[in-house]
């Protein structure tokens, strides 16, 4: 089987040759490998991110599940008729600070957040100027010059489905499994229950009206999939907020995409078992990851197998501290070994690791990983 057949093997719920597997390392092993300073990436796209996950991905013969990475504006998404200009305003060996503004009658109006880029981290992005000891509004800035250009609508996707090829599958979102990660706006809708009855049915029509985009497509330019997680579902939101307010437009998302034959996809790190039970009682969803054990999540792999695993594929969950990081590459095989031990049973299983791989994690340890399940993981 090629990857990109397994992986669909696993989303049909029938048995592949072996388990695939999809660590994720969406941006800082990428980065890495590419021996540029991250902000070449983040900030100059050279080359963009997603570029480089899947010439990651390639150089570790992974099976991508590329759940977001590229970032697909949708043909109807409304545009800020505001002209908007990126400004360097503070620069130094390990970092690059960037703020946004534009000019209204003659006045240069400045967003009140600044967006960190460091030389070997992924970028700090809705940074209060002060907590980095700089003025709200900048005293001296210079433009952010020699960016490349990207295509991020349909043949921007059209040309990252190329470039991925048989190795994956490649997915965009539809919507979000949070209603918002602002400190400001979880206070701000709290406070103000209006705003947020109309926010619920903004989400809702923008999930028809990008539904009715993508049925609009070439059913070859189609994503491979629909994202409809996000990152702390219910760190930043109690589950019965989440049920509420923020799983309506995620239902439909999943239901439309249903009717269409297309799989739909969750990821959320932090606690995540409650999740699983509703998303799998209650929707359609396809795949859910990546099931953090404690102390990042709450999820057991072997009970999530037995309760849903007829219905969802799971996927995770090596832990990507203790064991990818620090751990030894026979540390990784036997971890490795008892995730698929504990779901790899009647398939619906890929064989993943928690949030986010480090930057530091062993490329030798990245292997030992996907060798076991090419070869334990076979059935």
């Known amino acids: 089987m090629t990857n990109r057949e397994r992986l669909q093997t696993v989303l049909r719920g029938e048995i592949p040759d072996c388990v695939p597997?999809?660590?994720?390392?969406?941006?800082?092993?990428p980065a890495r490998l590419t021996g540029n300073p991250f902000w070449d990436l983040y900030l100059y796209n050279d080359p963009p991110i997603w570029e480089a996950y899947i010439a990651c991905a390639k150089h570790f013969n992974i099976d991508a599940?590329?759940?977001?990475?590229?970032?697909?504006?949708?043909?109807?998404?409304?545009v800020d008729p505001r002209p908007w200009e990126t400004f360097i305003v503070n620069r130094d060996?390990?970092?690059?600070?960037?703020?946004?503004?534009?000019?209204?009658?003659?006045?240069?109006?400045?967003?009140?957040?600044?967006t960190v880029y460091f030389i070997a981290d992924p970028p700090s992005q809705g940074i209060k100027p002060e907590k980095i000891n700089l003025p709200d509004i900048p005293t001296r800035y210079e433009p952010v010059t020699v960016v490349k250009p990207?295509?991020?609508?349909?043949?921007?996707?059209?040309?990252?489905?190329?470039?991925?090829?048989?190795?994956g599958l490649v997915g965009v979102f539809i919507t979000h499994s949070c209603i918002t990660g602002s400190e400001d706006a979880i206070y701000y809708y709290n406070d103000n229950p209006d705003a947020l009855e109309k926010l619920k049915e903004q989400r809702m029509r923008d999930v028809e009206r990008r539904f009715a985009d993508l049925m609009a497509m070439k059913p070859e330019d189609r994503p491979d999939f629909l994202c409809v997680g996000g990152s702390g579902t219910l760190v930043f939101q109690s589950p019965d907020f989440f049920h509420e307010h923020a799983l309506p437009a995620v239902k439909r998302a999943i239901e439309l995409a249903q009717k269409a034959g297309i799989p739909t996809h969750i990821h959320s790190c932090g606690p995540e078992k409650e999740l699983v039970r509703m998303m799998t009682e209650e929707t359609g969803l396809s795949i859910i990851d990546p099931l953090e054990i404690p102390p990042m999540g709450d999820c057991?792999?072997?009970e999530l197998k037995r309760l849903y695993?007829?219905?969802?594929?799971?996927k995770g969950?090596?832990?990507?501290?203790?064991?990818?990081?620090?751990?030894?590459?026979?540390?990784?095989?036997?971890?490795?070994?008892?995730?698929?031990?504990?779901?790899a049973k009647g398939g619906r299983f890929i064989l993943s690791t928690g949030d986010q791989c480090g930057r530091d994690t062993p490329d030798e340890n990245l292997l030992a990983m996907i060798e076991t399940a090419r070869s334990y993981g076979r059935y």
């Open 21 to 29: 597997v999809a660590p994720d390392f969406s941006n800082m092993i």
């Open 93 to 114: 060996a390990e970092r690059i600070v960037t703020q946004t503004s534009y000019m209204e009658n003659g006045r240069r109006i400045w967003q009140d957040r600044v």
């Open 309 to 314: 695993g007829g219905k969802i594929v799971l």
């Open 65 to 78: 599940v590329m759940d977001g990475y590229f970032p697909f504006r949708w043909p109807s998404d409304p």
């Open 300 to 302: 057991n792999l072997a």
């Open 150 to 167: 990207t295509d991020l609508g349909i043949a921007g996707l059209r040309r990252t489905k190329e470039m991925l090829g048989d190795l």
């Open 317 to 343: 969950n090596l832990h990507t501290t203790e064991v990818m990081l620090r751990g030894s590459p026979q540390d990784v095989v036997n971890a490795a070994r008892k995730a698929i031990d504990d779901a």
